[in-house]
């Protein structure tokens, strides 16, 4: 996967499997032996309620165990300072599962393999009423699939706890095939919303 990013031209990627952290050992492994492509772990966490969350910058085992209904992950999850991601909402049904409203997470997947492309109009709204971000991620189970989709960082994280900062402050792009760049910033990515409306600049730098 690591060299599939490469390949792809991305300088990182986060590995989030589901319901399975990688060691802190494995991971800097990988950084060394593929240094300057930075690679960071997350995990994606299966709730009860059937919703996939992500969760970044938290590498607690516990994480692992089967069972966390949303809300007591999200309380779990912010009072370490973790980093929250409803994850390919609307894929299996027209209505979320979980309560966003209530237990609001940080950010929400705009794009990726597995959210529903007719989804995106609600996908910000959602965004837009409740302050979250918006993100696109790969999302691969493939290695072929990386890159489709990708966040462009305006800074450079060389850890976990840098890459949710850099993700709360929203000053990243995100990219989707075919699609205009969209910024993380959730006002501004709303701003084309409506038809031929401008479209937002696309961030500097490599993806």
């Not at 966490?45 to 590498?59: N, P, Y």
């Not at 209530?102 to 959602?126: F, G, K, M, Q, W």
């Not at 709360?168 to 701003?191: E, F, I, M, N």
Request: with cysteine; glycine share 8%.
């Amino acid at each position: 996967m690591v060299e599939a990013g490469i390949a792809a031209g991305l300088d990182a990627l986060v590995f989030t499997d589901h319901d399975q952290l990688v060691p802190r050992e494995r991971l800097s492994i990988l950084n060394a032996k593929y240094a300057s492509f930075r690679v960071f772990g997350g995990i994606e966490v299966s709730v009860e309620e059937g919703e996939h969350v992500l969760v970044l910058g938290v590498q607690a085992p516990s994480l692992e165990i089967r069972g966390w209904t949303y809300p007591n992950l999200h309380t779990f999850v912010r009072e370490r300072g973790g980093f929250l991601v409803l994850n390919h909402p609307f894929r299996y049904t027209q209505s979320l599962r979980v309560d966003i409203t209530r237990h609001t997470p940080d950010a929400i997947e705009l794009y990726s393999h597995n959210t529903p492309v007719d989804a995106e109009t609600r996908i910000r709204r959602l965004a837009s009423d409740l302050g979250m971000r918006v993100l696109s991620n790969s999302d691969a189970h493939q290695a072929d699939r990386l890159g489709a989709y990708y966040t462009r960082l305006t800074t450079e994280p060389l850890d976990d706890d840098d890459l949710v900062a850099a993700l709360r402050s929203g000053h990243y792009c995100c990219y989707a095939p075919r699609q205009t760049p969209t910024p993380g910033w959730v006002d501004t990515a709303l701003a084309h919303l409506g038809e031929g409306a401008r479209s937002p600049s696309p961030c500097p730098g490599r993806p």
